[in-house]
């Protein structure tokens, strides 16, 4: 059972539109993750938070931006969405800080952009 | 640097068979070792993991072994069944200087038969 969760689990939108997924968690952890995941399977870190308001940018440059202004929530904003961002789009977080703690996963947000 | 490499896939086997799915990592220094299994439309799920040399991590049938001396975690099941088609991805975790660096492989997916 998750934990995590995402919302939308679905989303088409059309070019130039605001959008926000939302992300929640239920378990108190402090460090959370946006993960872009192509339709090759590959994941892509975009953002993540190591603590209320501290957000760093990812390995992959993105458009998107997001904010931790409560440790359950880390939502990540498209300003103006582009068939480009059409994309899955996974959150996850974790507690224990070392290398042990493995991360959990929200079931995704897929979005396409017309 | 730090990487993760996997076997590509599609793994394609007939239920009961005997399943292998490699791994081999690149690391600076300790990390833990992570399988996580993504189920068609879910996220990614913690299906087992190894924090030193010599541990094996086992779950719902699957093993994994962390072995320094070949920088492998290769995932193995003795008989795999339909409900185990999903995507594999093998990840190393790296705990420095108070951050994670977490890493992923490219994922393998595995389709299973009756």
């Known amino acids: 059972e998750a934990d995590i969760y995402q919302t939308p689990r679905y989303l088409v939108i059309g070019t130039g539109k605001k959008i926000t997924l939302e992300c929640s968690q239920t378990?108190?952890?402090?460090?959370m993750y946006w993960y872009q995941q192509d339709p090759g399977m590959e994941l892509h870190l975009i953002h993540y938070s190591y603590g209320v308001n501290s957000t760093e940018k990812g390995d992959l440059s993105s458009e998107s931006t997001v904010s931790r202004i409560r440790t359950e929530h880390f939502p990540l904003t498209l300003e103006s969405a582009r068939p480009s961002h059409t994309s899955q789009y996974l959150c996850a977080s974790s507690g224990d800080p070392g290398a042990n703690s493995p991360l959990h996963f929200g079931n995704g947000t897929r979005l396409t952009v017309t | 640097g730090d990487s993760v490499t996997q076997m590509e896939g599609p793994v394609t086997l007939s239920e009961e068979a005997f399943l292998t799915i490699n791994c081999t990592y690149t690391a600076t220094g300790y990390p833990s070792l992570f399988w996580y299994v993504q189920y068609p439309g879910e996220g990614l799920q913690l299906l087992l993991k190894a924090t030193k040399a010599d541990d094996k991590g086992s779950n719902k049938g699957f093993e994994a072994t962390y072995r320094k001396e070949t920088t492998s975690f290769h995932l193995e099941k003795g008989s795999v069944q339909v409900s185990d088609s999903a995507v594999y991805f093998c990840a190393l975790n790296l705990f420095s200087g108070g951050y994670n660096k977490l890493i992923f492989g490219a994922g393998t997916r595995l389709a299973v038969h009756p």
């Open positions: 378990m108190g952890h402090d460090k």
